[in-house]
């Protein structure tokens, strides 16, 4: 198992996001594989995939509640123990995980953003792991980061990506601000990112500041699976703008997660 560094555990609290490499084995990458397929022909019920003169993308999300090779890596691998080192925590919970699928040539950028005004919990434990089921490289939409952006303490407007019909807009919180045009200025920024191999992954905060390009190659597919995992600190916040398919009704604001839809995996 790939074990997280203290070298890496601190350039993840310093810069929001490192890479990770070899965190999947051929076995799981051949099980995600036939995951993805299963999920592109049967899709689960919070598809917000696209076919646009843009090219075709294929996301989804809470997919380990569907699919049992899902389920699998989100609730019993290693996964939770990586996100335990990183977070530096005595718990962690699974937020949730998602599909993307950026076929050949699907040339639209994935916008400049942070996640977790997105979600309804707060505490800074918040933590996504980015699998690279492809070669990922800047020509077929690798993500890039922008370094230290998750001590900002900038929560940017949700805003719906793609041309989705999926997901309604999301409502707007007066304690948010609008995103700056990032991409128009990026030597203003400190923009990082690493090519992966299939197997390795991203692993950034929820308030890191991030976007990927499109992908511009003819012959290959981008497949990216993610998954959020929370710790100690962190509490459901069901505020103005968050995302319907993570509400919880068996929670009320200031809840730990600890839920059927948040389950606590470490300590079991």
């Known amino acids: ?6 070298e890496l555990i601190a ?8 890479p990770l490499r070899g965190v999947l084995n ?15 022909q049967s899709p689960g019920p919070f ?9 075709m993308f294929h996301g989804n999300l809470r997919l380990w509640q569907h699919h049992p090779a899902f389920r699998d890596i989100c609730l019993n691998s290693h996964l939770p123990e990586l996100a335990q080192n990183f977070l530096q925590s005595e718990k962690i919970n699974l937020l949730y995980d998602q599909l993307f699928v950026k076929e050949s040539k ?6 400049w953003h942070n996640d977790q005004p997105y979600w309804p919990v707060s505490g800074n434990q918040v933590i996504s792991i980015w699998l690279a089921l492809d070669k990922t490289t800047a020509e077929n939409g690798r993500v890039e980061f922008i370094r230290g952006s998750h001590k900002w303490d900038k929560w940017y407007q949700p805003e719906t990506f793609g041309k989705t019909e999926a997901i309604s807009s999301y409502e707007r919180n007066p304690n948010y601000e609008n995103i700056p045009d990032i991409e128009a200025s990026r030597e203003d920024y400190d923009i990082i990112s690493w090519d992966l191999e299939p197997g390795d992954a991203f692993v950034f905060n929820a308030m890191t ?9 003819h012959d290959r597919r981008r497949r990216g699976y993610t998954v959020r ?5 962190v509490r459901y916040d069901k505020r103005i703008g968050t995302s319907e398919p993570l509400h919880n009704e068996a929670l009320k604001d200031g809840d ?13």
């Open 1 to 6: 198992m790939t074990q997280a560094s203290e």
């Open 11 to 18: 350039a993840y609290q310093r810069d929001g996001a490192v």
């Open 26 to 40: 051929q076995d799981w990458l051949e099980r995600l594989a036939q995951a993805v397929e299963d999920d592109i």
């Open 47 to 55: 598809y917000h995939g696209y076919d646009s003169d843009e090219g």
């Open 106 to 111: 699907m040339s639209q950028r994935t916008r």
């Open 209 to 217: 500041v991030h976007g990927a390009g499109g992908n511009q190659l």
């Open 229 to 233: 995992y929370t710790g100690d600190d």
């Open 256 to 268: 730990v997660l600890d839920s059927d839809l948040f389950p606590l995996l470490i300590p079991k």
